[in-house]
């Protein structure tokens, strides 16, 4: 029985959710609702026991000193609650956690447990990919769901992959069953510079949040940290003529595919969140400018809360990466025909470029330790 003392009655309240792992390429997804809950200073009430769902040779403890006792962090799955505030008050749950070895129908009805207690009324699940898609454009970012009413209403891909599958895909489809309208943004972060964190993926994915839910999220450093990130993967790139050259050949297919589409449907929703932002929609805290989903950058090693477990224990807090340095990014692999086609078939469903796989709930995965694996969602 889930018992929520102490948690206030929420206001159309949306859970929004990430798990690091095979659905999270470059940390963008996990690292976006880390700033959400920094940002709008999520107070945790809840934490799956880590002993029914994580194998702990996997994701392992950490012990350090608390005042010269020692103590044990457990990876687990948190949940916070944020309160925004303005004209249109809304609440939020935001559940980040790592994705589970074990029992994932059991930790789905657990979280959707969460959900039916405090009245949510749609689930929006965050992703990333890796995929054939240049650094120096716009982070593709699709919405997509199993709801086909849902994806009418809310101009949504309804999904048609089949394939191997990861826990956004399953907590997806767990929702539909369960009647509770769910969304999987997935944003598509270039294979060949997949090392966490990726700020401009990151960004990506809270405008595309922002405009879903109609609310205005404050960006705080993340616009800057994506900015510079783009300008340290310029400069990296810039000194390899073959990576130089493909992302070049990138650059082309991609102008080349949206073309025909002007978009213009792009740019009515940035003048639509510049008119929320100039207004001071929702949303408590500092805000940045526009922050469309094309600001450049990604990957600069100072995001707050990027890379960092969700932890039982811990003490929430979320400090930049002092280090500053940058990792070179790996040359291309070369691709045969046979590649090519296997990728055509399997990304059909999204709109994040290249997808080696995929799963119920959206178009295709990466790894979050930024190695490339060939699966998806």
């Known amino acids: 029985m889930i018992e929520l003392e102490g948690v206030p009655e929420l206001i159309d309240p949306v859970m929004v959710a990430a798990f690091e792992g095979w659905n999270d390429a470059g940390d ?10 920094r940002e709008w200073k999520g107070e945790v009430f809840a934490a799956l026991d880590a002993e029914d769902y994580y194998d702990f040779q996997v994701n392992r403890p950490t012990v350090w000193l608390d005042g010269g006792v020692r103590r044990i962090t457990w990876p687990t799955t948190r949940l916070s609650v944020v309160r925004v505030g303005g004209e249109k008050p809304r609440d939020l749950v935001l559940v980040r956690g790592i994705e589970p070895s074990m029992r994932w129908r059991s930790f789905c009805n657990e979280l959707l447990g969460f959900a039916h207690e405090l009245g949510v009324e749609m689930v ?33 891909e309804e999904t048609r992959y089949e394939g191997p599958t990861g826990i956004v895909g399953i907590l997806q489809e ?32 809270l405008n595309r949040l922002e405009d879903l839910i109609d609310l205005r999220i404050p960006l705080g450093e993340l616009a800057e940290d994506a900015r510079a990130w783009q ?15 493909y992302v070049q050949t990138l650059e082309e297919a991609r102008d080349t595919a949206e073309l025909p589409e002007a978009s213009g449907e792009a740019i009515a929703r940035e003048f639509e ?3 929320r932002r100039r207004d001071g929609g929702p949303g408590p805290g500092p805000t940045a400018g526009p922050g469309a989903p094309g600001v450049p950058g990604a990957g600069q090693a100072g995001l707050p809360g990027a890379g960092g477990h969700a932890a039982e224990g811990g003490d929430g807090s979320y400090l930049r990466d ?21 990728d055509r078939d399997e990304g059909r469903d999204g709109k994040g470029g290249r997808s080696d796989g995929g799963s119920d709930g959206g178009p295709g995965d990466g790894s979050g330790d930024g190695g490339r694996e060939d699966s998806a969602e």
């Not at 054939?132 to 009418?152: I, K, N």
């Open 273 to 275: 969140r510049y008119l």
């Open 322 to 342: 002092p280090s500053g340095g940058r990792t070179r990014p790996s040359k291309p692999p070369r691709r045969g025909a046979e590649d090519r086609a296997d």
């Open 28 to 37: 963008a997804a996990s690292t976006a609702v880390a700033h959400l809950e």
């Open 174 to 205: 767990a929702c539909t069953h369960a009647g509770v309208p769910a969304v999987s943004l997935w944003a598509a972060v270039p294979h060949y510079v997949s090392q966490p964190p990726n700020p401009k993926a990151t960004l990506a994915l």
């Open 124 to 156: 929006v699940i965050l992703g990333a990919l890796l995929g054939d898609t240049p650094h120096t454009r716009p982070v593709p970012v699709s919405g997509v769901t199993s709801d086909p009413d849902l994806a009418r209403r809310m101009e949504l």
């Open 231 to 245: 300008l340290g993967v310029d400069q990296l790139a810039s000194e390899d003529s073959e990576v130089a050259e």
